[in-house]
């Protein structure tokens, strides 16, 4: 299958401090937003917003530097930033009350914001993500921080993006699929923030986003009555059982699906249990 069928949508944009942030604005009626981590990009989601943009508005930004968004090579990639740049785009498009879908680094950046305006948040639907403190980092990507030897694995061989092609899964992607989610980072340029959103994992209080990490943990509890629904892939390298067990510990209210044979791209292992599991979980918790 084509790489265009696979994502058949057109992307709009918006300057935000002189760059332009790509999104997908699909369907009609409440509004769900769903945020991609790293190394992915909106293309992650792209059978979810299939699936839901016939029902509910789809909002799925690519973050600065990711996908069809600019990427700009002197730029500030890190948690703020990305949640500021989220913050700005809903603000554009006038978006008050919305769901959240969270993945990897989306989790961080889409709590973040919810911890501040939890007025605003409907329901929320977690993948493999957090939004908490952890010192636990797999070796595979502690060693994409080293100083110049990331830069030639990320940036040089596009070994984080590549190695993620199999890694994160554990069903084989097809060869389309795999150039779908490679397709924005085919140059050293065009992989700058694949680097940077490395660079920018909290693990100690003198890493520069150890502090809004804090807060959006502590934010957390202002966010327990909302509907949850959490999805997790058993067979995630990164975001291990302790993640899960951690969201449940917080969370002791959210209805949960384990999928001990998914790995850490639940939604392309496990996309046709999920489907229904989303379905009901909206139609349910999303005011219409």
């Excluded at 980092?137 to 092609?165: H, K």
């Amino acid at each position: 299958m084509p790489e265009d069928l696979l994502y058949p949508f057109t992307t709009q944009k918006i300057a935000i401090q002189g760059h332009n942030l790509s999104y997908l604005d699909q369907g009609r009626g409440k509004v769900i937003v769903m945020l991609h981590g790293n190394p992915t990009w909106s293309f992650y989601y792209r059978n979810l917003v299939s699936h839901l943009q016939n029902r509910y508005r789809i909002i799925v930004p690519d973050h600065m530097g990711c996908g069809f968004s600019d990427k700009p090579q002197d730029y500030p990639y890190n948690l703020t930033t990305h949640i500021d740049n989220l913050k700005t785009l809903l603000a554009e498009l006038t978006i008050e009350k919305f769901s959240l879908v969270v993945h990897d680094w989306g989790g961080a950046i889409g709590m973040g914001l919810a911890g501040l305006y939890p007025e605003r948040v409907e329901s929320i639907v977690v993948l493999n993500t957090a939004a908490f403190r952890s010192p636990k980092i797999p070796l595979r990507i502690r060693i994409c921080r080293v100083p110049f030897l990331g830069d030639l694995i990320v940036r040089g061989f596009n070994g984080f993006a590549r190695g993620a092609l199999t890694m994160a899964v554990t069903r084989k992607m097809t060869r389309e699929v795999a150039r779908g989610y490679l397709k924005p980072y085919d140059s050293w340029a065009n992989r700058v923030a694949l680097l940077r959103f490395v660079q920018d994992i909290p693990l100690t209080p003198a890493d520069s986003s150890w502090q809004p990490l804090v807060e959006i943990e502590n934010n957390l509890t202002r966010l327990q009555n909302k509907p949850m629904l959490i999805l997790w892939g058993g067979r995630d390298f990164c975001f291990t059982a302790e993640f899960y067990n951690e969201w449940l510990q917080r969370f002791p209210g959210a209805e949960k699906y384990f999928f001990p044979n998914a790995g850490h791209y639940v939604l392309e292992d496990a996309f046709a249990e999920i489907a229904p599991m989303v379905d009901t979980f909206f139609e349910k918790n999303i005011t219409q």
